[in-house]
């Protein structure tokens, strides 16, 4: 069995959303270890992380970290999960898909467009194919000469990051590009995971479907039912009405139990929540009508965010 890594660096909010995680973890996959690179002291994840690992800067900022899992992990098999998660369901399912592999990402292989980068131009450049798109909130990978050729691989293109004119990210080099990269050199692609495994909202169409303590998470992506195991709030998704309802169920049930139990909570939560986040939506949507004559949207009651 996979033990689980994330990291937990710089402000509060990361250290926060690590614990979310990890709580998340603990009702969902009590028996996974669990382990945790942050620069904030020890004491702060007691309870929550099995493996504590010091953060070392010497390995880069931001999400070059994420270039040297392999030298942090203390795992034969590692998961991958961004702080900015939630695993909502068993992941049993999802550790059998990954037992063939010896490294994987989800997502499509491409060979044009534009994605960090001209695609066809860097695949010229590096002789390949095509390179992964995907996500980089999950990797999986076993201790051994494939994951070891990939993170060396995407460390030694990290240096030539701007010269060979990859796009930033939030003013940083981003960690999905040079793991691509890196993958397609190696003859790594990537994996199709049937939407089972790992989404983030980002092209959601309608609602939200997720209550973290009663292993639901469905929604339609881009044309795609999804029912991930792991839901990534990425970017501002993490500060949005469902990602704040769903830690509010992870805080009240860690403070309540044993008095409360998980439906109980779940109830709770989600009565005090959608009435009052409703009632917003509701507002908003009267006043578009009568200030700019729009027509009043019916559906979706609880938008990910309020302006939809």
Same mark, same amino acid.
């Given at each position: ?16 959303? @690590? ?7 603990? &009702?969902?996959?009590? /028996?996974?270890? #669990?382990?945790?690179?942050? %620069?904030? =002291? ?111 691989? @995407? ?7 701007? &010269?060979?004119?990859? /796009?930033?990210? #939030?003013?940083?080099?981003? %960690?999905? =590009? ?131």
């Amino acid at each position: 069995m996979p033990g689980i890594i994330t990291i937990a660096q710089g402000s509060n909010r990361y250290i926060e959303m @690590a614990k979310m995680l990890a709580f998340s973890l603990i &009702q969902t996959n009590p /028996d996974i270890k #669990r382990a945790v690179i942050s %620069d904030a =002291p020890e004491t702060e994840f007691e309870g929550l992380f099995d493996i504590y690992i010091p953060y070392n800067s010497s390995y880069g900022d931001g999400f070059s970290q994420k270039l040297c899992l392999d030298k942090y992990s203390p795992f034969e098999e590692t998961l991958f999960i961004d702080a900015d998660c939630l695993v909502v369901k068993s992941l049993n399912d999802a550790i059998r898909f990954f037992k063939p592999h010896q490294f994987a990402v989800f997502g499509d292989q491409i060979s044009t467009g534009e994605w960090y980068m001209d695609v066809a131009a860097m695949c010229k450049k590096f002789n390949v194919p095509s390179i992964p798109l995907f996500n980089g909130g999950v990797y999986y990978f076993k201790r051994g000469e494939t994951a070891t050729n990939i993170y060396t691989t @995407a460390r030694e293109i990290r240096d030539q990051y701007f &010269q060979i004119e990859i /796009d930033d990210f #939030r003013g940083s080099m981003a %960690d999905e =590009p040079l793991m691509a990269i890196a993958m397609a050199i190696n003859k790594v692609e990537a994996v199709d995971d049937q939407a089972l495994i790992m989404r983030t909202p980002i092209g959601i169409n309608g609602a939200l479907k997720i209550d973290v303590l009663n292993e639901v998470c469905a929604f339609d992506k881009q044309g795609e039912k999804a029912e991930p195991a792991i839901m990534h709030f990425a970017g501002a998704y993490s500060i949005a009405f469902h990602y704040k309802r769903e830690i509010a169920k992870l805080k009240l049930l860690k403070v309540s139990t044993p008095l409360l139990n998980k439906k109980l909570v779940s109830l709770f939560i989600n009565g005090t929540y959608n009435v009052s986040y409703g009632s917003y939506v509701f507002c908003k949507r009267v006043l578009k009508v009568i200030l700019r004559g729009e027509k009043f949207d019916f559906t979706n009651w609880l938008p990910i965010y309020s302006n939809l």
